[in-house]
């Protein structure tokens, strides 16, 4: 592929992209690589906090507790 290549759209700009990764990184490193960039969607404090709602230090000791021995 020629790097002096003009880009002259967002599909094009997108279309090389891809294939470049693809290229470069095979079809699996190119999903990773394209998944870092995923903002979500969603209000992450609100939700955090509706899931926190409620939840004592012991609670989160006691599930500690539990995850490591079943190490």
Same mark, same amino acid.
């Given at each position: 592929? *020629?790097? =002096?290549?003009? $880009? /002259? *759209?967002? *599909?094009?700009? #997108?279309?090389?992209?891809? %294939?470049?990764?693809? %290229?470069?990184?095979?079809?699996?490193?190119? $999903?990773?690589? @394209?998944? =870092?960039?995923? &903002?979500?969607?969603?209000?992450?404090? /609100?939700? #955090?906090? *509706?899931?926190?709602?409620?939840?004592? !230090?012991?609670? !989160? &000791?006691?599930? @500690? /507790? /539990?995850?490591? &021995?079943?190490?």
């Amino acid at each position: 592929m *020629n790097n =002096q290549i003009m $880009v /002259k *759209n967002m *599909n094009t700009i #997108r279309k090389l992209g891809i %294939e470049t990764l693809n %290229e470069n990184l095979g079809p699996i490193g190119m $999903v990773e690589f @394209i998944k =870092q960039f995923d &903002s979500g969607y969603g209000d992450y404090t /609100k939700e #955090r906090h *509706n899931w926190l709602a409620g939840l004592t !230090i012991e609670d !989160i &000791s006691t599930e @500690i /507790k /539990k995850i490591k &021995s079943t190490k």
